[in-house]
């Protein structure tokens, strides 16, 4: 029998892509590779991109450039590039590195295997189609391995919002919502194979509409599956945020108490010129909704600072919106102009006044962040206990309200949710003693 070839895959940006890596090295090793850990001997690399802000998709050009010598030594090795830059980039990726064999954008994974029929075959292999057919129905599956205590569930996929800064309506076409009967399945499914805590995403997840269902629905059922302990969802948009959704969170047992809410400013002008679709005030009033039923629920955002015409009034009001909430967590970022983006062709802010801005935000949070941390010590809490940590003897997990919680305990313990008491606050994390 032949030997397995080996698979490394490198995952950038979001949580999705994280999902649909999973998927992929389930469909390629179905076709004989085995997934491995570092790229040193790999006979395929697939990098696995994000196009978000300016940074992220540089970034790939220079880790491809760093893979040239892999392929001088090796030179059957092939190259791929998947995910968000590939769809945005398309055959520009082969003429700027010519030695990458394959690029699929996100949702055409379902003819990977015959793409690596191709690539194989020593020809080059180029997708970035939207097709309606679902990519993940001709997925093939894995065996029935063994998986982390969380998982993520990719729900819905692509953006309607079209927010004028933002590259994933383009990246990742318009709103769809897989059928929830394949969702409850492939929840079961896990379930069976491990998992206690599902995170079910979406780019928009809270648009979640398919035969009639909501979120809210979706999350009600999926919490009568015996086994699964734990549901979050990520990200929502604010204008999507329905009552049923916000209800969910009083009486869903097993949603947990933490949202990802993103409002990017706190200024109604700059809300504006983003085509947020709402005002502070309006962002405002559904947190309230949601504390209403849910008081103890941490809140995480993200925030874009240094967007064209943002003035320091504009960003004082950012930070007022933030002195409001006090975050448990919360992203910040400096504007990134992304080619073909309404708001691409603005003034700029100038480049010191971002930073500085950024910094003074980031101050912020990070100090709301660490109140939320301390105000947990000396609590019990249940942690799902996920995996070793780095310090020898102890696991990891996280808390109800996703901080990760350190503790001394048996690896027989990882995929229970346990008490721990928690003593120390650290930077992003907490510390604690098992109880029970
Ligand atoms: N520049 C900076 N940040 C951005 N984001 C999205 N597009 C940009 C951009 N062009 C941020 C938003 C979004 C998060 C995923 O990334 O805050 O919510
Ligand atoms: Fe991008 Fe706005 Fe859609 Fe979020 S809601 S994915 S920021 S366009």
Known sequence: MKAPKKLYIKTYGCQMNV????????????????????????????????????????????????????????????????????????????????????????????????????????????????????????????????????????????????????????????????PPQKLLAEARDLVERGV????????????????????????????????????????????????????????VEKLMPYLHLPVQSGSDKILKRMNRKHTAADYLKILDKIRAVRPDIALSGDFIVGFPEEEESDFQATLELCEQVRYAMAYSFKYSVRPGTPAANRGLVDADIANDRLQRLQKLLTGHQMDFQQSMVGKTLPVLLEKPARDPGQLVGKSPYLQAVHCQADKSLIGKIVNIKVTRSERNSLVGDLIS
């Not at 692509?158 to 318009?174: I, L, M």
Request: one cysteine or more; aromatic letters at 6%; charged letters at 30%.
């Open 196 to 251: 206690a805590e599902i995170n079910l995403l979406g780019q928009n997840v809270n648009a979640y509409l398919a035969d009639d269902w909501s979120l809210a629905r979706l999350i009600r059922e999926m919490a009568k599956i015996d086994g699964l302990e734990r549901i979050r969802f990520t990200t929502s948009h604010p204008a999507d945020m329905g009552d049923d959704l916000i209800a969910a969170h009083g009486d």
């Open 19 to 178: 999902y649909d890596s999973e998927r992929m090295a389930d469909a390629i090793t179905s076709t004989g590779y085995d997934l491995v850990e570092k790229p040193d001997d790999a006979d395929m690399i697939l990098l696995n991109t994000c196009h978000i802000r300016e940074k992220a998709a540089e970034k790939i050009y220079s880790e491809l450039g760093r893979y040239r010598k892999f392929k001088d030594a090796k030179p059957d090795l092939k190259i791929g590039v998947a995910g968000c830059v590939a769809q945005a980039e398309g055959e520009e990726i082969i003429h700027r590195q010519p030695m990458v064999d394959l690029v699929v954008g996100p949702q055409a994974y379902h003819r990977l295997p015959e793409m690596l029929a191709k690539v194989d075959a020593g020809k080059r292999a180029i997708d970035t189609d939207f097709p309606i057919e679902d990519k993940f129905d001709h997925l093939p599956r894995g065996p029935k391995a063994r998986r982390a205590p969380s998982a993520f569930l990719t729900v819905q996929e692509g953006c309607d919002k079209f927010c004028a800064f933002c590259v994933v309506p383009y990246t990742r076409g318009s709103e769809v919502s897989r």
